[in-house]
């Protein structure tokens, strides 16, 4: 994908390092990031990170991490749990 880059080591926000992949395109206001073990490239977590137009609506600095998910356990199952 044109718009993904390996970016290099990161830290999600359990503390881990994994690889950065991070979609950057210019007509976006926030770019996104997927974070990936480096062993076993299992998603560790995603964070989006705010540009300068978004930044300013949300007075934060640029570079600032507006989301961030972080995967602690997964798993296998046949069973839907009721909401």
């Known amino acids: 994908m044109p ?10 926000g359990a503390g881990r390092v994994g690889i950065e992949l ?7 206001d926030r770019d996104r990031l997927l974070i990936l073990d480096p062993r076993s ?10 540009l300068d137009a978004l930044a300013s609506r ?6 600032a991490v507006t989301e961030n998910t972080v995967i ?4 296998a199952t046949d069973q ?4």
């Open 3 to 12: 718009t993904v880059q390996a970016t290099g080591k990161v830290t999600d």
């Open 22 to 28: 991070r979609s950057i395109r210019e007509d976006q």
């Open 41 to 50: 490239f299992e998603l560790l977590g995603a964070q989006t990170v705010a």
């Open 58 to 63: 949300l007075g934060v600095p640029t570079g």
């Open 72 to 75: 602690l356990e997964r798993a």
């Open 80 to 83: 839907i749990q009721a909401p």
